[in-house]
Structures are given as C-alpha cells and as structure tokens.
Nanobody, 122 residues
Framework: QVQLVESGGGLVQAGGSLTLSCAAS????????MGWYRQAPGKQRDLVAT???????NYGDSVKGRFTISRDNAKNMVYLQMNSLKPEDTAVYYC????????????????WGQGTQVTVSS
C-alpha cells in the first residue's frame, strides 16, 4: 500500500556531510510523522530524528546540533542533512512513516524503507 524509498547514502570521510532523502508513495492522504532511524551492526535500531507534519522535531542525543531533518508534505518526502559526520555514525539508515492516513483518511499503519548504508571513514 505504501512504499518508502531512501537515497543518498554512501561513503564519506569523517567531518564530511551527506544528505539522505526518502520518498513515500501509495494511497496517501498525509503522514503525521516521518523520520529516520539507524542500526549499526550488532546494535539495536535507534532514533535519529523525526518530524511531524506541523514541523515539530525530535532528535537523538548523539546527532543533536549536527543533523537536520526536514520534510516536504506536498511530496510526502523527508530529508536528513548530516554534517560533521563521525565514524560512529556508520549504520544503515531507515526512513519511517508513522500513522499514515490513506485517501479515505483512515490510518493504515506505520511503514519502513529498506534502508540505505552510510559509512564514515576515519
């Protein structure tokens, strides 16, 4: 019903920057919350940042001041600008859409993308 496709991952040196993008498609009226989580090998999936449709944000402690989330509600897209990247930011980054409302304004659940790899070399 809903697909999320991430792009923009890759390899970058420590101190560098990357921008991730995520596009949601399907029978979508609106998405209350979109965001990013990440998972490093052998670790749990952790919050990076989320953003409400109205612009409210929530960031994981380890990325505050370095990462910026933004979204385009009309296009059902969310972005993550990552600056001052560190080797510990290396992970698979997953896009999420929470509480998606379909064209009948019914909640059809939460969705995840397939993930995009971000590798930061020291």
């Amino acid at each position: 019903q809903v697909q999320l496709v991430e792009s923009g991952g890759g390899l970058v040196q420590a101190g560098g920057s990357l921008t991730l993008s995520c596009a949601a498609s399907g029978s979508i009226a609106y998405i209350p919350v979109m965001g990013w989580y990440r998972q490093a090998p052998g670790k749990q999936r952790d919050l990076v940042a989320t953003m409400t449709r109205g612009g409210g944000t929530n960031y994981g402690d380890s990325v505050k001041g370095r990462f910026t989330i933004s979204r385009d509600n009309a296009k059902n897209m969310v972005y993550l600008q990552m600056n001052s990247l560190k080797p510990e930011d290396t992970a698979v980054y997953y896009c999420t859409a929470a509480g998606v409302r379909n064209t009948n304004r019914l909640s059809i659940g939460d969705y995840w993308g397939q993930g995009t790899q971000v590798t930061v070399s020291s």
